[in-house]
């Protein structure tokens, strides 16, 4: 079986970790910039991205402090077949997007095409959160990738996971990556914790800098996480994919409807997995879960 895959454990540089879906009291968000940063860097990241709605910060008066901040904003337009707006995050956008926020009428594929044409990159943020359907989905195209998970989503609704509505997606022929973010807002309140520094890329690139990220973007060269980390992924000359990761409960190599499948760890936890395919499969995805249900996820390995 011939796969195809831009495989990043297999390619020179460094791992950087980072958050790409944040908002500061420039819009929602209850944090102002400058803690954010202090937020972020203290947690270990090496980059964040602020997507604040409406607003593309101007960071070039921001001091990282060494954290790489990437500019960015986050756009909800257009209406889905039940009434709601598509978020879209663009990321390497240095100006406001040219398009009226929160507008029904805006179409979200202009928010995609506008961020390509200035060299940017966009995501289909919280399909599930947002109550987007397969149909609304499939409609755009030009993206980079779509949140799978969601930490705000998850921690305020329990709609952060969005993995059903991507693999569906993937199934119809869409190519997305996939993304973990926290897109956080930190209005932590009674009985609901701070949504921050819990759900991230790590990216693999020579060294940090803006355009190195968002090349490595670009190119699917990262693998998200909420806690475990992948440590390889090869993939030999028969198609047969092994994978290893730090100790998990369950590796599951997620794929075309109804295939794909399923490890459990029994006694020891599982730090690898080797899986040959199944006929039929159009594409393969790992998920990694341990013991407190923390996923990590790699982008799609497609059949080709
Ligand atoms: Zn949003
Ligand atoms: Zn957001």
Redesign the pocket.
């Known amino acids: 079986m011939k796969r195809r895959f831009v495989n990043p454990f297999k390619i020179q540089g460094s791992w950087f970790k980072g958050n790409v879906?944040t908002?500061s009291v420039a819009s929602d968000g209850t944090k102002t910039s400058e803690e954010l940063v202090e937020m972020y860097r203290g947690a270990g990241y090496h980059f964040l991205s602020i997507?604040d709605?409406s607003i593309v910060l101007d960071i070039s008066e921001l001091d990282g402090n060494g954290l790489l901040l990437i500019p960015g904003g986050?756009m909800c337009v257009g209406r889905s077949e039940v009434g709601t707006t598509y978020?879209i995050?663009a990321l390497g956008v240095v100006e406001n997007l040219p398009f009226k926020d929160f507008d029904h009428d805006v179409d979200p594929q202009d928010i995609i095409d506008h961020t390509n044409a200035v060299g940017g990159i966009s995501i289909i943020?919280h399909p599930y959160w947002s109550g987007l359907n397969h149909g609304d989905l499939m409609k755009l195209s030009g993206y980079n990738g779509v949140e799978i998970y969601n930490m705000?989503c998850e921690y305020e609704r329990n709609t952060g996971l969005s993995g059903s509505y991507i693999d569906g997606m993937i199934a119809a022929g869409k190519e997305p990556y996939i993304y973990a973010v926290d897109?956080q807002?930190a209005a932590g309140r009674e009985q609901v914790p701070i949504d921050a520094c819990g759900a991230w890329i790590n990216v693999k690139t020579e060294s940090l800098s803006v355009k190195n990220i968002l090349d490595a973007l670009k190119k699917g060269h990262f693998y998200s996480s909420t806690g475990p980390e992948i440590k390889d992924i090869s993939i030999d000359g028969d198609g047969v994919i092994s994978v290893e990761c730090s100790p998990v409960r369950y590796i599951s190599f997620v794929s075309t409807p109804s295939l794909g499948m399923k490890f459990h760890a029994e006694g020891e936890p599982l730090t690898n997995a080797v899986y040959p395919g199944r006929p039929g499969e159009t594409y393969v995805r790992v998920e990694v879960t341990d013991y407190e249900g923390r996923t990590a996820w790699s982008n799609p390995i497609y059949n080709s």
């Open positions: 879906h908002h997507t709605h986050e978020h995050v943020a705000s897109d807002h």
